[in-house]
């Protein structure tokens, strides 16, 4: 005959049934475990978290829950078998708040898998007496919690961004990543647990004001320039912005930071850079000019070039070059604007222009394409060569006079009228003599010798036509324009009509 269970065990089971309708439906899991160290009952959630489906996979017992799962502390440190929360509940011990990561135990080497990270919470369960009579163990899933922090922790100490943490509640730093410390030159230990008016992160910037008092209240600090003093006593200029987080659910302040001294020393080069432009620029002798490449507007102009063409900087400068009126002709202008559009740079382009007084100036014009503050600009050199012009027109003129009867002048003399005609000449062409035909050579020779027309074509009993049509096309090929410039032409390549002189009689002389 079955015995019959007394009214006080009954009455357990009722309560033990009612507390498990209590339960079943709450978001915490829950195991409960009988004072001789059976688990008799878990919640859906709880079976949940620990990667299971039915309660003898949690190992019946506190000794098979210790079998079949394994915890860690935070530290990764393993539990003791006393430490088992489990196991401090039987031993009448209450707690709250014991976060532990649980895993399964894996036969063999393998890595064992992960159920979560939990935070647990035990709780004794009396009759009236006061007596235990259960054990429940509720459980929290903090799985997603701590992945987020340890996403963040790894993704804040990885990011080359200088940034540092605060609380908000005594604005004390409690993170700093390896930017920072770089940036500021202080060790780790050094910032943590230090407020941010020991280390001023917000020294001299515009809006302090603002910033503090958007700190305290949690909010959005936007970026704002200040200063942030390093640990060896310099400061550095940087952009600051804050931006409240959460760690470890404590209000909290991140800042980050941008380093803007290169920035600040690249200016100050440039502008030192631009400063020793702008003085050479104005203190060279030498006429130029500074214009943007777009549009041809006079951007500045030296005072070497105001006075060459006797206008007054303001008359030149913020105007467009095609529209001063030191062109000489359309046809000019358009020839040293096409010259600087089709290249970045050329050298000694000879052109004219004119003075406010239309007196004309022959120059040679050079120009170089630079960038100043991320403009392309042209930076255009003139050189003044009318003195030497109308000197070399002089001479010129004073040669051909002479050459209009030179037949008394010895070989020597002409040879010196030929090197003056050219002194100072660099490039000199390679040598064309051979593009001449024999009667050609022979004529050039006779001319060189001093012969005028009529004396060549008695010499060689050719009619004076003929002559001057061999004259004519002689000219042409040497590019000269007169009876002396071909006579120096010949001599610059070392043609003088000796052989010529040796074949042909001349009319009168000696035999």
Request: with cysteine; charged share 30%.
């Amino acid at each position: 005959m079955d015995e019959v269970p007394n009214e006080a065990v009954l009455q357990r089971q009722v309560n033990r049934s009612q507390l498990q309708e209590i339960i079943a439906g709450l978001g915490e899991g829950v195991l409960l475990i009988d004072s001789d160290d059976r688990i008799v009952w878990a919640n859906e959630q709880a079976l949940a978290l620990h990667n299971v489906s039915d309660l003898s996979q949690l190992g019946i017992s506190a000794s098979g829950y210790r079998r079949q799962f394994l915890l860690r502390y935070r530290n990764h440190h393993k539990l003791k078998e006393n430490q088992y929360p489990i196991d401090r509940l039987l031993n009448g011990e209450t707690f709250e708040d014991v976060i532990v990561e649980v895993t399964k135990n894996s036969p063999g080497d393998g890595e064992d898998p992960l159920c979560g990270i939990h935070s647990l919470r035990g709780v004794i369960l009396r009759d009236h007496g006061g007596n235990p009579e259960s054990y429940a163990l509720v459980i929290e899933d903090l799985t997603e919690q701590f992945t987020a922090e340890e996403r963040f922790e790894r993704t804040f100490a990885s990011n080359p961004a200088p940034a540092a943490i605060c609380k908000l509640s005594d604005l004390r730093y409690i993170k700093v990543n390896q930017g920072f410390l770089e940036l500021s030159g202080y060790d780790r230990e050094d910032v943590l647990g230090r407020t941010i008016y020991e280390i001023d992160i917000l020294e001299n910037a515009a809006s302090k004001g603002e910033a503090i008092a958007a700190l305290r209240e949690g909010q959005t600090i936007p970026q704002t320039e200040a200063t942030l003093r390093l640990s060896d006593g310099d400061s550095k200029l940087v952009i600051v912005a804050g931006q409240p987080i959460e760690v470890s659910e404590e209000p909290c302040m991140l800042f980050t930071f941008m380093d803007l001294e290169p920035r600040r020393k690249a200016e100050d080069a440039l502008r030192q850079s631009e400063e020793r432009f702008a003085r050479s620029f104005r203190l060279t002798p030498t006429p130029t000019v500074l214009f943007s490449r777009d549009d041809f507007r006079v951007l500045d102009v030296n005072d070497a070039f105001a006075a060459l063409v006797g206008l007054t900087s303001a008359e030149i400068v913020d105007n467009r070059l095609p529209e001063l009126p030191v062109w000489i002709s359309t046809a000019s202008r358009r020839h040293v604007e096409r010259k600087i559009t089709e290249l970045r740079s050329f050298n000694d382009l000879e052109f004219q222009l004119k003075t406010r007084l239309d007196a004309t100036l022959d120059c040679l014009v050079s120009a170089e394409t630079l960038v100043l503050r991320g403009k392309e600009c042209v930076l255009m050199v003139i050189q003044d060569i009318t003195e030497r012009k109308r000197s070399e027109t002089e001479l010129i003129a004073a040669i051909e006079a002479v050459m209009k009867d030179a037949s008394w002048f010895s070989r020597s003399i002409l040879d010196k009228l030929a090197n003056i005609r050219h002194t100072g000449s660099v490039d000199t062409p390679a040598p064309e003599l051979s593009d001449f035909t024999p009667r050609e050579l022979e004529i050039l020779g006779l001319m060189c010798q001093g012969l005028n027309d009529t004396r060549i074509a008695e010499a060689l009993k050719l009619s004076r036509n003929t002559v001057r049509n061999h004259t004519a096309r002689i000219y042409s090929k040497a590019e000269v324009h007169s009876r002396a410039a071909a006579i120096v032409w010949a001599r610059e390549r070392g043609f003088t009509g000796a052989s010529v002189d040796d074949k042909v009689r001349f009319p009168g002389s000696p035999t």
